[in-house]
């Protein structure tokens, strides 16, 4: 019921920034929450930040005051700006959205994935 496709991920330095996009698409569908995680080499998936449909956010610890998610429900698109970025941030960045029709509430929806790499 729903698409979503990443893009904006590349090589960046520490210190520096990126904004990574997210578009969701299908016919018909609904969602509500949205949110960005990121798996590392060897590690767990992680949340970084998620955004309900009204504007709430939520950040983890490892982020918050350099990360900003935000959404444009009119044009179906979630951004993550991503600043004073670390090596440690270097990881494969996933889009998510929770379905929210008759058919598929509260089913997670994933992109492919977007890398982000940071250079010290």
């Known amino acids: 019921q729903v698409h979503l496709v990443e893009s904006g991920g590349g090589l960046v330095q520490a210190g520096g920034s990126l904004r990574l996009s997210c578009a969701a698409s299908?016919?018909?569908?609904?969602?509500?929450?949205m949110g960005w995680y990121r798996q590392a080499p060897g590690k767990q998936r992680e949340l970084v930040a998620t955004i309900t449909n009204s504007g709430s956010t939520n950040y983890a610890d490892s982020v918050k005051g350099r990360f900003t998610i935000s959404r444009d429900n009119a044009q179906n698109m979630m951004y993550l700006q991503m600043n004073s970025l670390k090596p440690e941030d270097t990881a494969v960045y996933y889009c998510?959205?929770?379905?929210?029709?008759?058919?598929?509430?509260?089913?997670?929806?994933w992109g492919q994935g977007t890398q982000v790499t940071v250079s010290s």
């Open positions: 998510n959205a929770v379905g929210d029709s008759y058919y598929d509430r509260d089913t997670d929806y």
């Open positions: 299908g016919s018909p569908f609904a969602i509500n929450s």
